[in-house]
């Protein structure tokens, strides 16, 4: 039976054992093979947007010995040479699908694809998207971690000082809040596959880890309570630290405000890891200057890049990253196997990993 793309979400078993660097991230396979979706055939030509080398060219040469696989630079040179193609590995873009009369298969290369979501020839379901969802994640955990620590240990005060060639050991004594990270709550925004990391990690720490989640209450053994998405203001009275680890939907967007910091002790730390949208950052700045909140830590801000003027930078008891918190030599790996695993899995019919529910969003 032929089946349309948008009918293949699903968190079956996977069909086949995956590569090494692909395991323990917690991909999802597609519910149907690629055999039976309405359109497939064996590609004949692959069009990849090359980002990481001539090493990833040979893998997806490896994966497909019997199509052509044709490179480009740009989405210009994409449209240029989109005819004929059955496959796209690359990023969304408007003029790029526009150009796309054969095309069956989008693979979008990292995690953050609402790019993809606002394109409407991907609502009919005619295109399946998958994209590099769960990959990042341990490095996303780590880094959070990282940041939880920097936080609660004060590094952000000492490094200041070194900055300046200050030895000044009255910083620990002006902060009383500097303390130790196991016996603290932790509350996750986002149960997903970030959110399952950092709360494995935090337990690991001996934290007390509670988190929502938009589907269902149930979750890993190391999370003492899984509420819903509308329970987290009310946890978050409970938490030392916040963490938004919350994809961007209807739901999610601007949830982090005013009300939501409110609700938070004086001695709470948040840590943003989540969609640049869900956070209103007057809302943030507000509760920083107001000491409603003790510190908070930015991997996304919803100015990106944030203006070199925003009193953001300036603010104490503030760290920012440039949306880096997943970048690492073992994500881009993962990266790299992922579409090579995905385009064998493509040519040989079977069900796809990381396929997007444009429905969702995510």
């Avoid at 989405?75 to 040479?81: H, S």
């Avoid at 295109?127 to 240990?153: C, E, F, K, W």
């Avoid at 967007?253 to 989540?274: K, L």
């Avoid at 890049?305 to 104490?316: A, I, N, Q, S, T």
């Amino acid at each position: 039976m032929l089946v349309m793309a948008w009918q293949i979400f699903s968190g079956a078993a996977l069909s086949s054992e995956l590569p090494a660097e692909l395991r323990n991230v917690g991909l999802r396979e597609a519910a149907s093979a690629s055999r039976n979706l309405e359109g497939w055939k064996p590609p004949e030509k692959v069009l990849v947007q090359s980002v990481f080398g001539i090493d990833a060219i040979k893998l997806l040469q490896t994966a497909a010995p019997g199509a052509e696989i044709v490179q480009v630079a740009s989405a210009v040179d994409a449209v240029a040479a989109m005819p004929g193609a059955q496959v796209f590995i690359g990023f969304c873009a408007q003029e790029v699908l526009a150009a796309a009369s054969q095309l069956h298969w989008l693979h979008h290369y990292f995690a953050g694809a609402e790019e993809c979501m606002s394109l409407s020839e991907l609502q009919t379901g005619d295109i399946i998207v998958t994209n590099g969802q769960r990959l990042p994640s341990p490095a996303v955990a780590d880094h959070t971690i990282a940041m939880t620590y920097a936080l609660i240990r004060g590094l952000d005060s000492y490094h200041g000082n070194q900055a300046s060639g200050e030895w000044n050991p009255q910083s620990v004594r002006a902060h009383r809040e500097f303390g130790e990270v196991s016996g603290r709550t932790i509350l996750i925004v986002g149960l997903g596959s970030v959110g399952s990391q950092v709360a494995e990690k935090a337990n690991a720490l001996g934290m007390r880890v509670l988190a929502t989640r938009s589907s269902r209450r149930t979750g890993p053994s190391y999370v003492e309570y899984v509420g819903l998405a509308d329970e987290a203001v009310e946890l978050a009275r409970q938490a030392d630290v916040v963490i938004n680890a919350a994809p961007l939907t209807d739901t999610t967007r601007g949830m982090f405000d005013e009300e939501f910091f409110a609700a938070m002790r004086p001695s709470v730390y948040f840590i943003n890891m989540g969609r640049e949208q869900s956070t209103v950052t007057d809302d943030l700045v507000a509760a920083l200057q107001i000491k409603q909140i003790a510190g908070a830590a930015l991997d996304v801000t919803d100015l990106e890049p944030l203006p070199p003027e925003h009193e953001l930078w300036r603010m104490p008891r503030v760290l920012i990253t440039p949306h880096t918190a997943g970048q690492s030599g073992e994500t881009i790996q993962r990266l790299k196997v992922l579409v090579a695993e995905n385009l064998r899995r493509y040519v040989a019919g079977e069900p796809l990993l990381s396929v997007l529910d444009t429905k969702k969003g995510y």
